[in-house]
């Protein structure tokens, strides 16, 4: 679940795709905290080159607007980690309505546990983690071990805007740098995983 922002909207907008348009309803849950819409259409501009065909995970879901707008834009698969069952019982709905259950598997359960027991590789992960649990250190301390990258992966990770970006380990590199108010985000290349 994601930490709160005041005025987060009902509905969440596939930017572009195969979805392209479509509103998806954001489930009523207390905090719950879509990335914006400038934010996600400047990344996943960024991110359009490695999108088609690519494995992807989106650690912390929550509205679904990462893991969603990925497999509209091409993602193969796209796996979705979400510990609020509520959450991911809606999260397995909108995938259902956007007939989009071959490209999207939803896991519900801790984030952090799934890290540790990983086992699949990705090309691609969302890290979009509640601000307020610091939860970026022990992401990316799990990811920087073997066995859940792909040689060349991309992390995006997103932070509050008011608080400074995460410590990277050696090998990783900041390609990007993006941000709207509260948010900030950077994309993040994986040298060698």
Not at 100 to 120: H, I, N, P, T, W
Request: hydrophobic content about 40%.
């Amino acid at each position: 679940m994601k930490g709160a922002r005041r005025g987060a909207p009902g509905r969440v907008r596939i930017i572009a795709g195969r979805w392209r348009g479509r509103r998806l309803p954001v489930a009523a849950v207390p905090g719950l905290r879509p990335t914006p819409d400038r934010v996600r259409e400047t990344l996943f501009n960024w991110l359009q080159p490695v999108l088609p065909g690519a494995v992807c995970l989106d650690l912390f879901a929550g509205s679904g607007a990462l893991g969603l707008e990925a497999a509209s834009r091409g993602a193969r698969r796209v796996v979705m980690v979400e510990r609020d069952p509520r959450l991911a019982g809606h999260l397995r709905r909108q995938a259902q309505s956007l007939g989009a259950e071959d490209a999207v598997e939803v896991r519900s359960g801790d984030g952090l546990a799934y890290l540790a027991r990983c086992d699949e590789t990705f090309d691609l992960v969302f890290l979009d983690p509640p601000y307020r649990l610091d939860l970026l250190p022990g992401c990316i301390a799990r990811l920087s071990r073997p066995g859940c990258l792909r040689p060349g992966a991309r992390i995006y990770l997103e932070h509050a805007g008011d608080a400074p970006a995460p410590d990277l380990p050696q090998g990783w590199s900041v390609l990007r740098r993006t941000g709207a108010g509260a948010v900030a985000g950077l994309l993040v290349a994986v040298d060698g995983a």
